[in-house]
């Protein structure tokens, strides 16, 4: 049966399996087991493409339309709209991606599409800036949310949408592209959307992170894992080529800024296919070999718990604090009081959306 784990495997060696889709990246057919479970002990095979080394779920565990249409928020938030800490937390994640991009991503009232726009915070950041922001997300909950409480420019859909081909300064794929099951076409379909001295950014988790516990590497949302080799491999084959790759400080997300090949008319152009499957078999040993006892002895683990303990406690103090300061909703309160407070800090002509401009 295609994608069937082989009965028998002699011992020591790889299972190699025929999985039940291509490689979305080399096309092969020809893959390596690397887990059959996920990180709460439920069945999920995981495999790596012998040829380029990209990392999936085979077969897919989900519907993935239906899946983010309607349960995704629900399985890991537990809600249908977010909730003020949610909010919150998405807030000061929406300023540091801000911060991380740096000058000159983000052109002087330029126009910006975030593809999978949650809860819309980094959109209402962005629109709060003068950007002309909008997004697109899945989630029917999360996008009527944001369009009717924070009054965003949201379309419910999908990375698939057929959008304005030329139109957009810079789009951005936030933990986006990890989550889909077609990620070529997903990056080919923003090229297109881009004017040709636009960029595209994407940061996704690192799959040669080691931040994480050694069990905790895979799970059913993430569909697929990369490397920053792979996910450059991707862009290249989608016609666009790298300006800058960055690792964030734990080494636990990569982000790729990138732009429209000036070559792309004449065809995308091949990635190293061998420095590919060498990175893979790295990557898979790693996987392979990691104990827990050696992550604990690393240290990490104390440095994160005590990082999540430290910023739960500066939510709940925020929250009671100045959480209703803001005017309107309690949710779009604390994104008005949240951006105008850090914009001082910054120096950012930052105004909520909806109050006019002062003469």
Same mark, same amino acid.
């Given at each position: 049966?295609?994608?069937? $784990?082989?009965?028998?495997?002699?011992?020591? *060696?790889?299972?190699?399996?025929?999985?039940? @889709?291509?490689?979305?990246?080399?096309?092969?057919?020809?893959?390596? +087991?690397?887990?059959?479970?996920? @990180?709460?002990?439920?069945? =999920?095979?995981?495999?790596?493409?012998?040829?380029?080394?990209? $990392?999936?779920?085979?077969?897919?565990?989900?519907? #993935? !339309?239906?899946?983010?249409?309607?349960?995704? @928020? =629900?399985?890991?938030?537990g809600a249908y709209i977010p909730k003020p800490k949610h909010v919150l937390r998405a807030g000061l994640v929406a300023l540091d991606r801000l911060g991380r991009l740096g000058p000159g991503v983000l052109p002087q009232s330029g126009s910006l599409l975030d593809v999978g726009s949650g809860g819309g915070e /980094? +959109?209402? =950041?962005?629109?709060?800036l003068g950007q002309a922001a909008r997004g697109i997300e899945p989630n029917r909950g999360y996008a009527t949310y944001s369009m009717r409480e924070l009054g965003l420019d949201v379309e419910l859909a999908r990375s698939d949408a057929e959008l304005p081909a030329g139109t957009m300064d810079v789009v951005t794929m936030w933990h986006v592209l990890e989550h889909i099951d077609d990620p070529s076409s997903a990056l080919a379909n923003m090229a297109r959307t881009l004017? @040709?001295?636009?960029?595209?950014?994407?940061? +996704?988790?690192? $799959?040669?992170? #080691?931040?994480?516990?050694?069990?905790?590497? /895979? *799970?059913a949302a993430h569909i697929f894992s990369f490397s920053p080799r792979t996910l450059e491999a991707l862009a290249i084959g989608a016609g666009l080529e790298k300006v800058s790759l960055a690792l964030s400080p734990d080494g636990g997300n990569v982000m790729l800024v990138c732009r429209p090949a000036a070559g792309a008319a004449a065809g995308p152009a091949e990635p190293d296919w061998a420095a590919l499957a060498a990175d893979g078999r790295e990557?898979?040993?790693? $996987?392979?070999?990691?104990?827990?006892?050696?992550?604990?002895?690393?240290?990490?683990?104390?440095?994160? &718990?005590? &990082?999540?303990? =430290? !910023?739960a406690i500066r939510e709940m103090a925020w929250l009671a604090l100045r959480g209703r300061q803001g005017h309107g909703s309690l949710r779009k309160g604390i994104l008005d009081t949240l951006y105008a407070s850090e914009a001082k800090k910054s120096r950012l002509v930052v105004r909520p959306i909806g109050q006019p401009a002062a003469d």
């Amino acid at each position: 049966m295609s994608g069937a $784990i082989p009965e028998t495997q002699p011992e020591g *060696h790889s299972q190699i399996v025929t999985p039940d @889709r291509p490689c979305n990246l080399c096309g092969s057919s020809r893959a390596e +087991v690397l887990s059959t479970r996920d @990180r709460d002990g439920n069945g =999920l095979r995981t495999v790596m493409c012998e040829r380029c080394g990209l $990392i999936y779920a085979d077969p897919l565990p989900f519907d #993935v !339309k239906e899946y983010y249409s309607e349960d995704y @928020r =629900l399985d890991y938030k537990g809600a249908y709209i977010p909730k003020p800490k949610h909010v919150l937390r998405a807030g000061l994640v929406a300023l540091d991606r801000l911060g991380r991009l740096g000058p000159g991503v983000l052109p002087q009232s330029g126009s910006l599409l975030d593809v999978g726009s949650g809860g819309g915070e /980094f +959109v209402y =950041l962005c629109r709060s800036l003068g950007q002309a922001a909008r997004g697109i997300e899945p989630n029917r909950g999360y996008a009527t949310y944001s369009m009717r409480e924070l009054g965003l420019d949201v379309e419910l859909a999908r990375s698939d949408a057929e959008l304005p081909a030329g139109t957009m300064d810079v789009v951005t794929m936030w933990h986006v592209l990890e989550h889909i099951d077609d990620p070529s076409s997903a990056l080919a379909n923003m090229a297109r959307t881009l004017k @040709r001295d636009g960029l595209l950014v994407v940061e +996704v988790p690192n $799959i040669r992170a #080691v931040c994480q516990a050694p069990g905790s590497t /895979f *799970h059913a949302a993430h569909i697929f894992s990369f490397s920053p080799r792979t996910l450059e491999a991707l862009a290249i084959g989608a016609g666009l080529e790298k300006v800058s790759l960055a690792l964030s400080p734990d080494g636990g997300n990569v982000m790729l800024v990138c732009r429209p090949a000036a070559g792309a008319a004449a065809g995308p152009a091949e990635p190293d296919w061998a420095a590919l499957a060498a990175d893979g078999r790295e990557i898979a040993s790693m $996987i392979r070999y990691r104990s827990f006892l050696g992550y604990l002895a690393r240290g990490p683990w104390l440095r994160r &718990a005590a &990082a999540r303990q =430290l !910023k739960a406690i500066r939510e709940m103090a925020w929250l009671a604090l100045r959480g209703r300061q803001g005017h309107g909703s309690l949710r779009k309160g604390i994104l008005d009081t949240l951006y105008a407070s850090e914009a001082k800090k910054s120096r950012l002509v930052v105004r909520p959306i909806g109050q006019p401009a002062a003469d």
